[in-house]
């Protein structure tokens, strides 16, 4: 091996995931990540070893890389794989085309067009019925017929690291009395995994379950930050605004449906069944264990969540097919929240107005404080990772500190 890859590290030979990097002395520019080094792409690119138009790895984004099209995507990838297993290869006794990342600064990999939240785990959306709705008719009649989604502010998602404000609105503490605006007292985590399309669509196209994979580049990691209390005075009845769009975060490297592709899994069962346009074969679902942690203001982690992107009711390929279904067109970067994913388990809710029930069982912190959403100072991080037959592709992680409201 040209460079030493720690056992269990998240960026193994089987990962190879893309995004965009700095140091003091390089721009940013695209480059993979391999162990704890990236292997900057725009310096391999000098070797004259490419055989597309370098340029697009010298950008600040990757959309002009992915633009080229899976054909020459999968085979920089897989030239990657080859040359840092051949100790003769152009990678060899060429340190200077490698960067430790504990001394690179990672940007937002892609420019997002646009973006695309969904609803599609059956646990959450099951969850939250209970809460604000109906116990025993928890599901909304439309929701086991079409991957409900909405569209989402793709100007205020950032990249793991960057810190946000409390976010501020009008809230209804009181049935009984007027809104009041402040800060949130609700902000929420939504653990969520997020994926990039890779091709453009005319306006009046379609995408098919069948085409999904197609024009699907990668994955992420993604919190969708909520204001619960902003969101429950002003979701009625176009859904939600300022409770949603203050900030996003997703983990800087992209993991390519290529390198997923061993961990695909059945799905769960959908019934009724669904309409013929969001029919497919095949295995869709991908078994990537997931977790969250907390660590409060000059404390340590605490895990407070494990899930699996496996549980997802509505699989990538039924939520780009709906979105498209009325010729809606997609751009090359365009971001797809999955929605918050939580299993069965009370452990594997994926966001604290869940964890804590709505604030009626708070969780119990190490440094003997309670939790029943986040507070100023606490850091929020999500790491995912997939592992089977010895092979391990991780996501490494998003992570974001809370700042007080401003």
């Known amino acids: 091996m040209i460079i030493n890859i720690p056992e269990n590290s998240d960026f193994s030979i089987h990962n190879i995931p893309f995004g965009i990097f700095s140091t003091q002395d390089r721009s940013p520019r695209a480059g993979v990540a391999v162990g704890e080094h990236i292997l900057d792409l725009a310096a391999v690119a000098e070797l004259d070893v490419f055989d597309f138009n370098t340029a697009v790895l010298e950008k600040e984004v990757l959309n002009d890389f992915i633009g080229l099209g899976k054909e020459i995507t999968k085979k920089v990838r897989r030239d990657i794989q080859l040359w840092l297993q051949d100790d003769t290869s152009i990678l060899a006794n060429k340190p200077e085309l490698f960067v430790k990342r504990s001394e690179a600064q990672m940007h937002m990999p892609v420019y997002v067009n646009d973006y695309t939240d969904f609803y599609s785990s059956i646990e959450h959306a099951t969850n939250v019925g209970k809460m604000f709705r109906d116990p025993e008719n928890a599901l909304l009649p439309n929701w086991k017929h079409i991957p409900v989604g909405y569209h989402g502010r793709a100007s205020s998602i950032v990249v793991s690291g960057e810190p946000i404000h409390r976010p501020k609105g009008q809230t209804k503490p009181k049935a009984e009395e007027p809104p009041v605006f402040g800060p949130t007292q609700r902000l929420d985590f939504e653990l969520e995994m997020g994926f990039i399309t890779g091709k453009n669509t005319a306006l009046g196209e379609s995408v098919s379950t069948a085409e999904a994979e ?11 930050w909520s204001a619960r209390d902003i969101q429950k005075w002003e979701y009625v009845p176009l859904g939600p605004f300022l409770a949603k769009n203050f900030a996003s975060h997703i983990s800087p490297w992209i993991v390519t449906l290529e390198a997923l592709a061993p961990f695909k899994v059945h799905g769960p069962q959908q019934d009724p069944k669904v309409l013929p346009y969001l029919e497919y074969e095949g295995l869709k679902n991908y078994d ?10 000059n404390g340590s982690e605490q895990t407070v969540c494990k899930s699996n992107f496996k ?57 003997g404080t309670e939790r029943k959403f986040i507070l100023d100072g606490d ?17 490494g992680e998003v992570s974001t500190k809370i700042l007080p409201a401003k």
Request: aromatic share 10%.
């Open 214 to 224: 197609d024009h699907i580049f990668g994955l992420v990691l993604f919190n969708d």
């Open 288 to 297: 990537i264990h997931l977790e969250v942690g907390i660590t409060p203001d």
């Open 311 to 367: 549980y997802m009711y509505w699989n990538m390929a039924q939520q780009l097919a709906h979105q498209t279904v009325n010729g809606c067109n997609i751009n090359i970067g365009d971001l797809y929240g999955s929605g918050t994913i939580s299993g069965k388990d009370e452990n594997s809710y994926g966001s604290m107005l869940e964890l804590a029930w709505m604030g009626t069982k708070p969780l119990k912190m190490k440094d």
């Open 379 to 395: 850091t929020v991080t999500m790491r995912g990772f997939a592992e089977k037959n010895g092979k391990r592709i991780g996501f």
